[in-house]
């Protein structure tokens, strides 16, 4: 079972529901994924929903601490014949998200979640 915010947070990206999903996050909220790390507002998020079409089905989700769970998913983008699987570390403070790493696999988003 996920967080409500990290299950908040993919049903505002998944519908681009961009009020939503400036609730469901921090402001600003740290990002990163294969072009790095960065600490960007909510409203910048919103605009990579748009930019990216990303659209991402959580499989399987791994508590990694008080605060941080690794959540395996589907993602698929609008070029994209078949779904990726990608594993992302979130996570929250005060019931919403503050952070969104992106791995490529869930062995290497489990190990960043280490201590």
Same mark, same amino acid.
């Given at each position: 079972?996920? *967080?409500? /915010?990290?299950?908040?947070?993919?049903?505002?990206? *998944?519908? &681009?529901?961009?009020?939503?999903?400036? =609730? $469901?996050?921090?402001?600003?909220?740290?990002?990163?994924?294969?072009?790095? $790390?960065?600490? +960007? #507002?909510?409203?910048?998020? $919103?605009?990579?929903?748009?930019?990216?079409? +990303?659209?991402?089905?959580?499989? $399987?989700?791994?508590?990694?601490?008080?605060?941080?769970?690794?959540? @395996?998913?589907?993602?698929?983008? %609008? @070029?994209? @014949?078949? %779904? /990726?699987?990608?594993?992302?570390?979130? &996570?929250? !403070?005060?019931?919403?998200? #503050? =952070?969104? !790493? &992106?791995?490529? #696999?869930?062995?290497?988003?489990? =190990? =960043? /979640?280490? %201590?």
């Amino acid at each position: 079972m996920l *967080n409500p /915010a990290i299950t908040a947070w993919h049903d505002a990206v *998944n519908d &681009r529901d961009l009020d939503a999903a400036r =609730a $469901t996050v921090t402001d600003p909220v740290e990002v990163s994924g294969p072009r790095g $790390t960065q600490s +960007i #507002s909510a409203h910048a998020f $919103t605009d990579w929903i748009l930019r990216s079409g +990303i659209r991402l089905r959580p499989l $399987t989700a791994h508590p990694a601490g008080v605060d941080a769970v690794v959540v @395996e998913q589907d993602a698929t983008w %609008p @070029e994209a @014949e078949v %779904p /990726a699987r990608v594993a992302t570390l979130f &996570r929250v !403070h005060d019931g919403r998200v #503050s =952070a969104v !790493h &992106r791995f490529d #696999s869930l062995e290497e988003a489990l =190990a =960043a /979640a280490r %201590p």
